[in-house]
């Protein structure tokens, strides 16, 4: 089945700068790849997602990066704000194949004022 | 988004009693809705997968009989923790499947995409 990794595990950064967040899958049939950023005691919320027909997607700070060759994708985010500390989740998934996602471990930002 | 709610929020309650969690896809239909468990500083692990009409399909390891998943509407799950105890304390959430055929890389593409619940604190005494 599919096994979805994610690093780093924390990223602290200072505000201003970018911050990437790196996540591998292990199987090649996953096509949609959601972002979910959870805010503590909240619930995870889309912020950005992919399909395997395209490379790279930007709304406005955040991008994603798709590379299905090495079956790895990122996550970018630009001019970190204070308000953009929280925990974010990579996933994976195939279309119309029941919707389970995997998600990746998780990695916890803090934004530095 | 679309919008999934859950209740209650919180709830606290004593050891063998059952509490029941519920999960409602607001402004769409969900033929499937999902529920995860999440400790403290962990990813979402997934217990089930909840179809309308049709038994959970649970993840190895999670009881089928402790945790009783019904999904009678399209727009209704609801999670049972029987007879808990002090170690089902946890972080229960939920998630609702917003499926549109279609197709996937073409014109006319279709989405499959999941919206969480606000989660269920559960905390047994």
């Known amino acids: 089945g599919e096994n979805v990794e994610q690093h780093p595990s924390t990223l602290s950064v200072q505000e201003g700068d970018s911050a990437v967040i790196k996540c591998t899958y292990s199987d090649s049939a996953s096509n949609y790849f959601p972002w979910y950023k959870q805010e503590l005691g909240k619930r995870p919320q889309l912020i950005i997602d992919i399909r395997s027909n395209v490379g790279e997607k930007k709304d406005q700070r955040i991008a994603v990066t798709l590379n299905k060759t090495a079956k790895h994708f990122s996550l970018h985010i630009t001019e970190t704000q204070p308000e953009d500390s929280a925990v974010y989740f990579c996933?994976?998934?195939?279309?119309?194949?029941?919707?389970?996602?995997?998600f990746g471990q998780g990695t916890e930002l803090s934004v530095k004022p | 988004g679309a919008v999934v709610s859950q209740h209650p929020s919180w709830v606290i309650c004593k050891s063998g009693t059952s509490v029941k969690i519920e999960c409602r896809s607001l402004?769409?239909?969900?033929?499937?809705m999902f529920w995860y468990r999440q400790f403290p500083k962990q990813s979402l692990m997934l217990m089930a997968t909840?179809?309308?009409?049709?038994?959970?399909?649970?993840e190895q390891g999670v009881e089928k009989d402790k945790f009783l998943i019904n999904h009678a509407s399209l727009t209704l799950s609801t999670l049972t923790v029987t007879s808990a105890h002090p170690e089902d304390s946890s972080f229960y959430i939920c998630?609702?499947?917003?499926?549109?055929?279609?197709?996937?890389?073409?014109?006319?593409?279709?989405?499959?995409?999941?919206?969480f619940g606000p989660g269920t604190r559960l905390t047994v005494l």
């Open positions: 996933a994976a998934t195939r279309y119309n194949q029941g919707g389970k996602l995997i």
């Open positions: 402004d769409f239909q969900a033929t499937t």
């Open positions: 998630s609702a499947r917003d499926f549109v055929a279609g197709g996937w890389l073409g014109q006319r593409m279709g989405t499959d995409t999941q919206y």
């Open positions: 909840s179809n309308e009409g049709s038994k959970a399909t649970y």
